[in-house]
């Protein structure tokens, strides 16, 4: 039992916490109003300080609002394990340092919600920061993209997702989406595992 009354986002965040470890460097690909990036940072975050999120977005609005979201939910030393830039995620590779182990790269894909629902990830920029992520990504790593149908352009996101998935290396890689199908226009939850140790048929 996953699904349930939960959301995609909701199940998202139930399989990271079986992918992520205490230490790990996690990507938050679009930031938004911060769920996610609250949601990476619990599970990094520890002791020693080691564990680090970088998220991005385009919109300030939304870096800041995510800056607040942190302020009212964690210690001000938890929040130094998150830096935050206002970059396109096609450009992930440029902020996070070499040799960063890369465990998890999150995407909520779509609209700030409260903001302008004109401003959306865009399939092209999208495929260049699915690009980006699977070169960083270490073995036994995960992309997740929760992808929203329902508006213009989303269908069509969801298509590059899928066709960038399906293109994926069946030796590296195990590809897969839940999408609810009585709810044709309910978020669909991408799942990009990358195998721990690659299988030669
Ligand atoms: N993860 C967020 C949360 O937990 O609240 C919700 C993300 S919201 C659905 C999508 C976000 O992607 C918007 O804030 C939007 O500005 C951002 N975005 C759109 N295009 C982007 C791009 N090329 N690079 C990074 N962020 C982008």
């Given at each position: 039992?996953?699904?349930?009354?939960?959301?995609?986002?909701?199940?998202?965040?139930?399989?990271?916490?079986?992918?992520?470890?205490?230490?790990?460097?996690?990507?938050?690909?679009?930031?938004?109003?911060?769920?996610?990036?609250?949601?990476?940072?619990?599970?990094v975050?520890?002791?020693?300080?080691?564990?680090?999120?970088?998220?991005?977005?385009?919109?300030?609005?939304?870096?800041?609002?995510?800056?607040?979201?942190?302020?009212e939910?964690?210690?001000?030393?938890?929040?130094?394990?998150?830096?935050?830039?206002?970059?396109?995620?096609?450009?992930?590779?440029?902020?996070?340092?070499?040799?960063?182990p890369?465990?998890?790269?999150?995407?909520?894909?779509?609209?700030?919600?409260?903001?302008?629902?004109?401003?959306?990830?865009?399939?092209e920029?999208?495929?260049?920061?699915?690009?980006?992520?699977?070169?960083?990504?270490?073995?036994?790593?995960?992309?997740?993209?929760?992808?929203?149908?329902?508006?213009?352009?989303?269908?069509?996101?969801?298509?590059?997702?899928?066709?960038?998935?399906?293109?994926?290396?069946?030796?590296?890689?195990?590809c897969?989406?839940?999408?609810?199908?009585?709810?044709?226009?309910?978020?669909?939850?991408?799942?990009?595992?990358?195998?721990?140790?690659?299988?030669?048929?």
């Amino acid at each position: 039992y996953v699904f349930g009354k939960k959301k995609a986002t909701e199940v998202a965040h139930l399989i990271w916490k079986h992918v992520v470890r205490n230490g790990d460097t996690v990507i938050d690909a679009t930031c938004g109003n911060g769920y996610d990036t609250l949601a990476m940072l619990k599970l990094v975050a520890d002791e020693s300080g080691r564990g680090h999120v970088y998220g991005m977005d385009i919109q300030r609005d939304a870096l800041e609002s995510t800056s607040s979201l942190l302020d009212e939910s964690v210690p001000l030393k938890e929040k130094e394990s998150v830096t935050l830039f206002s970059i396109c995620h096609s450009r992930m590779e440029e902020i996070v340092p070499e040799n960063s182990p890369v465990r998890l790269v999150a995407f909520n894909l779509g609209y700030l919600p409260g903001g302008d629902k004109k401003i959306t990830t865009i399939s092209e920029t999208t495929r260049l920061a699915l690009e980006a992520a699977k070169k960083i990504l270490i073995p036994g790593g995960l992309i997740s993209l929760v992808v929203y149908v329902g508006h213009p352009g989303g269908m069509e996101e969801l298509e590059t997702v899928e066709a960038f998935a399906s293109g994926l290396s069946v030796d590296s890689w195990i590809c897969c989406k839940f999408q609810i199908l009585n709810r044709p226009l309910a978020p669909v939850l991408v799942l990009l595992s990358k195998r721990e140790i690659a299988e030669t048929q």
